[in-house]
């Protein structure tokens, strides 16, 4: 990106542009000997990549061939700033797209696993289109399945794998189940208030972390391309789970499964969820990421549906890809058969050759492929083999088996009633994201194809700001100068976000392993049985290493992000910036007010301009 940039800049500029990619050297805390950057040169070029619409229909419109910078104009919290060049992404000069597939387990069924799997690879001539390749699976936290890559062979073979092996692990319907078996024990409603309490602050722990623990991935691994998009599988979450719980817990109807028809972010600005969610979708799209965000729509034909976690573990299904396994399992349906194992199954049961039974009513779900004429008996097989579960001690396996059978018969939710459970506007979340970075959420097979389409015509639009980072989000608006609509991310970035520096110190204090990559050392004194100090409190001693012989500037600012947490309580922040007379000697004492309950403490240190890092944490007794 420096080498195209450059030529819309002077020479003696091109040092300090870099904005749309996260730095991963050390800078001035790391750097010996540094050089200041003399403020009055600091210009910094950005690139935001932009969709043209109709704006009557506010369908995509192909971008001009040769497009200029008068052609739009850029504003970055309401004041202009200057356009220096425009490329569409179209032509033979662009630069491809970094193209990251993302499985989300924990908040995923295995339903959308296989749904989504399917689907990418379809589509799969059009994505490398784009650009390489690369498939991320969280399990719970994000690891890298396939690095970037061209080879559609080797990505089709990638995806089949995770079609035919990977179950999701749909964390939070099944947490959701437990608690309706749990109120179905306690009938006092002070008990059920509590539970619904305790199971609200749980949910919540849960999606922060799994949504903390994506936006912390996407951020360390933006890379140097302006094109960045995600494509998210993932059933989402409700922005409000306590209203879930408080409904359950008093026994009153649990909330439609459709979604309501309010907009899908009218309670942003609501709970704890949705405005988190909020902050990190801003997040995201100001580091580059357009989020397309893929979960399977309610009817879902076929292997998809239920997938090969029904089939018989012995029996052998081809590997090659998944266009070959399609078409054998379309050939392997058989409903005489299918009822034939059924019926061996109940056999084998009754013989207490529960293994072989389980088998046999697997292969009975098998041979009946999903087909809608038989959906009584697949809901009976369904059940058959829940109960063979539980005999074998298998309860999560049977609350599937029971829960897949409701889906065919209706009739049966009265006599499992935690297959009620589920998620009552997950999209909402996704919606969100695709929102803020002009994404979009796809549920059905047509928007990918019409998405892949759009994102291969967008237009790169380099703009300028003038002065040193400062850390902040600033919301972003883009206008054709030419009658057309525009479809563009809604946020932009100054340096690192004070929201990284948060999340980076919530996984710190949660465990992560982690502390970045600048060489900050923290110690503390524990102040709260001083009858000195004002309330409860610690000092963090922070320690940066070699900053003594750095040379800083405001061109060059750090950031220190403090604060504390509880096991069961979140973390409480606060951050500044630190001039170079705070880090004088590389030595300074912050102070940390700890609430009620919180035993940690911690410090993230961070050069804004570049995103280099460092922190640690403090456990007290």
């Known amino acids: 990106m420096l080498g195209r940039l450059s030529r819309f800049l002077p020479l003696s500029l091109a040092a300090v542009i870099g904005l749309s990619s996260l730095g991963s050297g050390h800078g001035a805390l790391a750097r010996q000997n540094g050089e200041a950057v003399r403020d009055e040169e600091r210009v910094t070029a950005v690139d935001v990549l932009i969709q043209l619409i109709n704006s009557q229909s506010l369908k995509p419109i192909p971008a001009p061939r040769s497009p200029k910078p008068g052609d739009f104009s850029v504003f970055l919290d309401g004041e202009p700033v200057p356009v220096v060049g425009v490329e569409a992404n179209s032509s033979s000069s662009a630069e491809p797209w970094r193209v990251v597939i993302y499985f989300d387990l924990p908040l995923t069924s295995s339903r959308t696993v296989r749904w989504a799997s399917s689907l990418l690879a379809e589509r799969l001539r059009e994505l490398l289109d784009l650009g390489p390749v690369e498939i991320v699976v969280a399990d719970p936290e994000p690891g890298r399945h396939l690095a970037a890559s061209r080879d559609l062979e080797l990505i089709d073979s990638m995806l089949s794998g995770i079609f035919l092996r990977t179950e999701g692990e749909d964390r939070l319907v099944r947490r959701r189940e437990q608690f309706l078996i749990k109120r179905a024990a306690k009938p006092r409603a002070g008990a059920r208030g509590a539970m619904s309490e305790k199971a609200t602050a749980a949910e919540r722990r849960l999606i922060r972390e799994s949504q903390d623990d994506m936006a912390s991935w996407l951020i360390d691994n933006t890379g140097d391309k302006a094109g960045r998009v995600l494509f998210l599988v993932s059933d989402g979450f409700d922005l409000d789970p306590g209203r879930y719980y408080a409904d359950a817990a008093v026994g009153a109807d649990l909330p439609p499964e459709a979604a309501s028809a309010a907009p899908a972010h009218a309670e942003a600005a609501s ?142 939710a009265d006599a499992y009633p935690f297959t009620v459970a589920r998620l009552t506007d997950p999209l909402a979340p996704l919606a969100l994201l695709a929102e803020a970075s002009a994404g979009r959420v796809v549920d059905e097979s047509g928007s990918l194809k019409e998405m892949l389409a759009a994102l291969q015509d967008r237009v790169r639009v380099t703009y300028q700001i003038a002065g040193p980072p400062d850390g902040s989000l600033r919301e972003i608006e883009v206008h054709s100068n030419n009658r057309a609509g525009v479809q563009a991310p809604g946020w932009s970035r100054s340096g690192t976000p004070v929201t990284v520096g948060e999340l980076r110190l919530r996984r710190l204090l949660g465990g992560q392993v982690d502390a970045g990559d600048l060489p900050v050392r923290v110690s503390c004194d524990d102040l709260r049985g001083d009858a000195a100090s004002e309330g409860s409190s610690v000092t963090l001693g922070v320690r940066f290493l070699p900053v003594a012989d750095a040379e800083l500037s405001a061109a060059n600012p750090i950031r220190l992000t403090w604060g504390s947490r509880g096991p069961e309580t979140d973390v409480v922040a606060e951050h500044r910036l630190l001039s170079p007379e705070t880090l004088a000697g590389g030595v300074l004492d912050q102070r940390v007010d700890l609430p009620s309950g919180h035993v940690w403490a911690g410090v993230v240190v961070e050069e804004v301009s570049t995103g280099a890092w460092g922190g640690g944490i403090c456990e007290l007794e």
């Open 271 to 412: 709970t704890p969820v949705s405005r988190d969610t909020e902050t990190r979708a801003r997040t995201l799209a100001a580091y580059g990421w357009t989020v397309v965000a893929l979960s399977a729509p309610e009817k879902v034909r076929g292997a998809a549906r239920f997938g090969i976690q029904w089939a018989p573990p012995k029996m052998l299904i081809p590997t090659v890809s998944l266009r070959s396994i399609a078409v054998w399992l379309d050939g392997n349906r058989s409903p005489k058969k299918a009822d034939a194992y059924n019926e061996l199954g109940l056999s084998l049961r009754a013989q207490g050759k529960l293994e072989e039974a389980e088998e046999a009513f697997r292969r009975s779900i098998y041979r009946y492929y999903d087909h809608p004429k038989t959906a009584q008996r697949q809901a009976t097989a369904l059940v058959n083999l829940g109960e063979t579960l539980e005999l074998q001690g298998k309860s999560l396996e049977a609350r599937d088996a029971y829960r897949s059978a409701v889906a065919f018969d209706a009739d049966l």
